[in-house]
Structures are given as C-alpha cells and as structure tokens.
C-alpha cells in the first residue's frame, strides 16, 4: 500500500525567458502524470527583472504523497539548449522510477537521512529505501570509518500475490543502526 500515490505537486520555474516556457514544461509533465493519477497540479513561476538574478534557466521540481504519508521528490535543471518538454520528460521519468523502486527516500539523496541517523542521539533509528546508489555505499563506508557507526541493512521481500505489488517491487531495503551520539559542542561552553 505503501506505492499508492495521493496526489502530485510541483514548481515550474525559469528565469530571464519567455513566459511560454514554463507552461510547455507543465503540459508535457501533465500529459504524462495524468495517465496515473488525476490530482497532479504544477505551479507556474517566472521570475523577471531584479528578481530573476543574472543567469537564464529553467527547473521543475515534483514531489508526490503517498496513502501512508511518504513524500518523494525529484527536481532537474535544464542544461543549456534543453527542450523545455525535455526537461518534464527527464523530471517526470525520475520522480517514476523513483516511485517504482520503493522506499522513503529517493536515490538522489539517500546520504541525507543515512547521516541523520548516524549523527543522532544513542537511539535505534531505521529507514527504508530502494535500492542504494554506489554514492550512498561509499558514504556508509565512510560513516563506519570516521563515525564507527555500522548499519545494519536487512532486504524486506514483498509477497508477489500482496495487493498492489508491480513488477519490480519484489524487495525494499530496511536500514538501522545506533547513533553516535553526536551533541552541539557550542552548547556546552555557553
């Protein structure tokens, strides 16, 4: 039940462009969400002038909600001579894959939460995810090094037959450990 979506949001934004570019990324990004999930809303913001700073560009950030209270989001810059709707292609396909692969946390930033947890009080703390980027292998490692915090990572497998399992979510990861412990050193001195 976890993967069923609620709703979907996002901002579509640019910079120094033309006022059309933003609502060609949000039509291709809608033509693609809406064949999910109906309440998929976008806002439009085009900042001009003073406010807009000195460089020109577009972004769109999505993040959806889940049933059980799980937000994920995905956002992209366009790189220079990027296609407005190849920018709401790119966004739009990450924010599905990362749906599809599970977890709480998309792949993108993994490495937030896993040293959240680490740096936290001496308290058990787990999290749930897909599959870890070799980013977020190479930062437990570096954890276990400089913290001595080790994770304990159990792969939680999904009956085939339960409701709502699509092919390709066979298994979830389950990560806990024991934080360090870590306390603001400032603090103590005052």
């Known amino acids: 039940k976890q993967w069923y979506q609620r709703r979907v949001r996002g901002v579509a934004s640019c910079s120094r462009m033309s006022p059309a570019t933003n609502p060609r990324v949000i039509d291709r990004s809608h033509g693609i969400l809406n064949a999910f999930?109906?309440?998929?809303?976008?806002?439009?913001?085009?900042l001009k002038g003073f406010n807009s700073g000195k460089s020109s560009g577009h972004s769109l950030c999505l993040?959806?909600?889940?049933?059980?209270e799980v937000m994920v989001s995905v956002d992209c810059t366009a790189q220079p001579q990027t296609l407005p709707e190849d920018l709401a292609t790119e966004t739009t396909q990450l924010l599905l894959d990362t749906i599809h692969t599970g977890g709480c946390v998309d792949s993108r930033h993994q490495y937030l939460p896993l040293l959240f947890m680490a740096l936290s009080q001496s308290n058990v703390s787990t999290l749930c995810t897909g599959p870890l980027t070799p980013f977020s292998i190479s930062f437990l490692r570096n954890l276990k090094l400089f913290l001595g915090v080790v994770f304990k990572i159990k792969v939680k497998t999904l009956d085939s037959k339960e409701v709502g399992n699509r092919k390709?979510?066979?298994?979830?990861?389950?990560?806990?450990?024991?934080g360090a412990g870590f306390e603001n050193i400032n603090r103590a001195m005052i």
């Open 63 to 68: 993040y959806t909600e889940s049933t059980t």
């Open 168 to 178: 390709g979510l066979n298994s979830f990861l389950l990560l806990s450990c024991l």
């Open 37 to 46: 999930l109906p309440d998929v809303y976008i806002y439009n913001e085009h």
